[in-house]
């Protein structure tokens, strides 16, 4: 990977994102499915990621059975996880990556974030805030 940018190996054609929020934990869990087209044989898929928990991850491709990769590995150095396959996926091949995940409502400003605030009643709250300039802590993306 080179200047944070990913391998041109994947495209990503579509998110479809759910995150759910627990603010008396100050956590959150997510589900993201990204429709991709293969571009170049690959057997990784790599996206950008940090300070998640992946719990689940599910790509499948046409009418095969969906497939977990044989490893996982999250780099902290570039901001990035990498899934690897036990199958090479061809080129040409749409496929959809299936991704569940958690992570916490840090106090900073990047990613998927907790401000706090006074309610009308005195006391400390919290919002969740993200500007999703930093997609990998909210997201993998």
Known sequence: MKDGRLPKTVK???????????????????????????????????????????????????DQAPASPVSIDQCIETETVTFSFAKTLPAKTGALLDIQ??????DGVAGFYRARYKGRDGAQKYACVTQFQATGKSLPS
């Open 12 to 62: 990503p054609l579509n998110y479809n994102i759910t995150i759910e929020p627990d603010l008396n934990a100050l956590t959150f869990k997510g589900r993201i499915a990204i429709d991709l087209i293969v571009l170049q044989n690959t057997d990784k898929i790599t996206l950008h990621s940090l300070g998640l928990c992946l719990s689940a991850v599910l790509l499948k491709i046409g």
């Open 101 to 106: 995940y958690s992570g916490v409502l840090q």
